[in-house]
């Protein structure tokens, strides 16, 4: 077992010569066991080795008890030795958590305050991890759960995952070394109690050996995980800008779901199976979909966002008076307005690649012209109709979802006369007798 272990230490980086590893001493026969392989392969690994016992303080003098036994064991091997203590009852009550996730939560807190520039070593082993990808399938997960329990994360190291309880115990009896039992671990009133005492034994009755067989399993689900990982940061190096991805459509379907799942956890966002499906579509058919609140995930077909997209009764009355020049209500657009056919709006295309013109009669404007966005009720009578169409229900198709909440309107004292991604009203249509023409053209920067 020594050598399977060290093999594992060895393969996955683990130590480097000089370290000094403090392992994580419960007590129990898991934690026993690390601590006496490490002491027996330090000197093979040129480490130096600590303890540190977590008193969860749950079980009153047999919490007492197990901070005791390793106190002794570590004198007994002359191993530097430390326990702490934390209030798990209270801190699961502040934080509306259960016993387990926050003896958890502190025990982890503890482990990294007591390693600074040090290596900590769980006891984690195969039974752990079987119990872990159970849990976690429970629970819904992909292939990043069901990849299990990482052999290393960041400082953390775990050299038992190569093992099964049963070597354990039998490679403590060789040494002749016993061990405590924490009493919490027979209860079934833990969800991985529950896994560990009945649902192992089912898979033990389909396969004796199904603990041993999942090490390997585990191990090639592992493998292809962190190749899709590999993928998927060559695709966000590729496509990510900020909060937004250009080009994600061209990769597959597992690394673009990867990556927004990124996208959604470095904003805070929850996700779920369900949301990333979502998500995914409307990265390949463009639309909107809200992620929280006045944060909307946007897509045009090809690009895709994260936005903020206050709501229509905040903007509705966004406008401004009508300049030749710049007119600007929205923050990522322009409408540029011109008398003259001039070379610098062919310039301007050139360099921004996002310019849409439309021509209009100047002179054809009645009294004062208004810029402004989309109200309740807009009509207009497009050039060449003679009715007036219903601006929601053109705007619903002709235009991407994504579009719609910035589009510029202009308007004169007789009605609207432009709608942008629509077009300009029958009256005011450039004829035979136009003197001016009145050239708008819109650079779009959100897309």
């Known amino acids: 077992m020594l050598n399977k272990i060290y093999q594992f230490i060895s393969e996955n980086k683990m130590l480097e010569s000089g370290d000094c590893v403090v392992c994580g001493l419960s007590g129990g026969a898991d934690s026993v066991c690390l601590l006496l392989i490490l002491y027996e392969l330090r000197e093979k690994l040129n480490i130096s080795i600590e303890a540190l016992h977590v008193n969860h303080s749950l079980r009153g003098s047999e919490s007492d008890s197990d901070e005791e036994f390793c106190r002794r064991l570590c004198k007994k091997m002359d191993i530097p030795f430390k326990a702490e203590r934390c209030d798990v009852k209270k801190y699961a009550t502040e934080n509306s958590l259960s ?69 354990i115990e039998t490679f403590l009896s060789s040494r002749n070394q016993n061990f405590v039992t924490d009493s919490t671990n027979l209860s079934d009133n833990y969800t991985r109690n529950k896994i560990r005492h009945k649902i192992i034994p089912l898979l033990q009755e389909i396969n004796s050996s199904v603990v041993k067989t999942s090490i390997g399993a585990i191990e090639a689900v592992r493998s292809e995980n962190a190749f899709i990982d590999h993928e998927v940061r060559k695709a966000m190096q ?80 966004l406008s401004a008076e009508l300049v030749l020049g710049e007119n600007k209500i929205f923050p990522d657009k322009i409408m540029l307005c011109s008398l003259n056919e001039c070379e610098n709006l062919k310039k301007i295309e050139d360099v921004h690649g996002k310019l849409t013109f439309y021509s209009l009669d100047y002179d054809k404007i009645i009294g004062r012209a208004i810029v402004r966005n989309r109200r309740f009720g807009d009509r207009i009578q497009l050039s060449g109709r003679t009715f007036n169409s219903s601006i929601k229900k053109l705007i619903n198709e002709t235009v991407p979802k994504a579009q719609r909440s910035s589009l510029h309107f202009i308007e004169d004292e007789a009605g609207t006369i432009f709608a942008e991604a629509i077009g300009i009203a029958d009256r005011v249509k450039p004829g035979c007798d136009t003197v001016r023409i009145l050239n708008i053209a819109i650079i779009d920067w959100s897309g």
């Not at 990294?112 to 984690?124: D, E, F, L, P, Q």
């Not at 590729?238 to 927004?260: A, M, P, T, W």
């Not at 990265?283 to 077909?301: A, E, Q, T, Y």
């Open 238 to 317: 590729n496509c990510r800008h900020g909060n937004s991805f250009s080009g994600l459509d061209k990769y597959d379907k597992v690394i673009r779901r990867r990556c927004l799942a990124e996208l959604f956890s470095d904003n805070s966002l929850p996700y779920s199976s369900e949301r990333l499906t979502a998500a995914d579509n409307i990265l390949l058919s463009g639309g909107k979909m809200n992620l929280s609140r006045d944060i909307f995930l946007v897509s045009d077909g090809k690009n895709i966002e994260i936005r903020k997209i206050y709501p229509q009764n905040k903007a509705e009355n």
């Open 99 to 167: 016993d387990e996730e926050a003896a958890r939560v502190l025990r982890y807190e503890i482990f990294g305050k007591n390693s600074v520039n040090k290596k900590i070593a769980t006891a984690h082993n195969a039974n752990d991890n079987l119990e872990t990808v159970i849990l976690n399938l429970a629970r819904g997960s992909a292939i990043k759960g069901l990849s299990g329990i990482p052999p290393v994360r960041g400082n953390i190291i775990r050299p038992l995952l190569i093992v099964t309880r049963s070597e």
